[in-house]
T-cell receptor, first 112, second 111 residues
Framework: RKEVEQDPGPFNVPEGATVAFNCTYS??????FFWYRQDCRKEPKLLMS???SGNEDGRFTAQLNRASQYISLLIRDSKLSDSATYLC?????????????FGSGTQLTVLP | NAGVTQTPKFRILKIGQSMTLQCTQD?????MYWYRQDPGMGLKLIYY???????DKGEVPNGYNVSRSTTEDFPLRLELAAPSQTSVYFC??????????FGPGTRLTVL
């Protein structure tokens, strides 16, 4: 089983749609959770951290369910500029540094 | 403040050649990382460093070496390039918190 699993998509949605991405992680010792965004042929950039109580940043809402080892990202009122690959990222305490484990990403295309 | 810079942006190597991928950060971050990303795959950690003089292996270290003589620089060395090392290489840095800042990447092709 992969440490971090995501539906690869692609998700093709019209502008204004609401879209949700899901992610599961295998290591119950995982401590921190993130969503990164990666544009085509670019580097990943932090979109938002995911907190146990759930958190919102504008049109983006992230949820964490530790019991089910499940993370989600909801994007409301999709914009063309939201087209990207969304990476689910989990911190695994390992060795002398915190290491991030990346999912393979979910590709989103927002259509006009 | 340039953040994390990487050179070169692109490189084509022949099998058996060697090269060094350069990474520099100007944010005074202690932690630095090297990842590779194959098409359609997530990032895999090659090596990381928690400070000058300290390095450690990640998930896929075979075929690579690193050094960390200064806080700013974290070069990645490929000694005998193989086609399996064709990938995009990202360098990242962070403080003691979890957010990592990535460089723009180096696209390497080994023929």
């Amino acid at each position: 089983r992969k440490e971090v699993e995501q539906d690869p998509g692609p998700f093709n949605v019209p502008e204004g749609a609401t879209v949700a991405f899901n992610c599961t992680y295998s290591n119950s010792a995982s401590q921190s959770f993130f969503w990164y965004r990666q544009d085509c042929r670019k580097e990943p950039k932090l979109l938002m951290s995911v907190y146990s109580s759930g958190n919102e940043d504008g049109r983006f809402t992230a949820q964490l369910n530790r019991a089910s080892q499940y993370i989600s990202l909801l994007i409301r009122d999709s914009k063309l500029s939201d087209s990207a690959t969304y990476l689910c990222v989990v911190n695994l305490p390992s060795g002398s540094a915190r290491q991030l484990t990346f999912g393979s990403g979910t590709q989103l295309t927002v259509l006009p | 403040n340039a953040g994390v810079t990487q050179t070169p942006k692109f490189r084509i190597l022949k099998i058996g050649q060697s090269m060094t991928l350069q990474c520099t950060q100007d944010m005074n971050h202690n932690y630095m990382y090297w990842y590779r990303q194959d098409p359609g795959m997530g990032l895999k950690l090659i090596y990381y460093s928690v400070g000058a003089g300290i390095t450690d292996k990640g998930e896929v270290p075979n075929g690579y070496n690193v050094s960390r003589s200064t806080t700013e620089d974290f070069p990645l060395r490929l000694e005998l390039a193989a086609p399996s090392q064709t990938s995009v290489y990202f360098c990242a840095s962070s403080t003691s918190t979890d957010t990592q800042y990535f460089g723009p990447g180096t696209r390497l092709t080994v023929l």
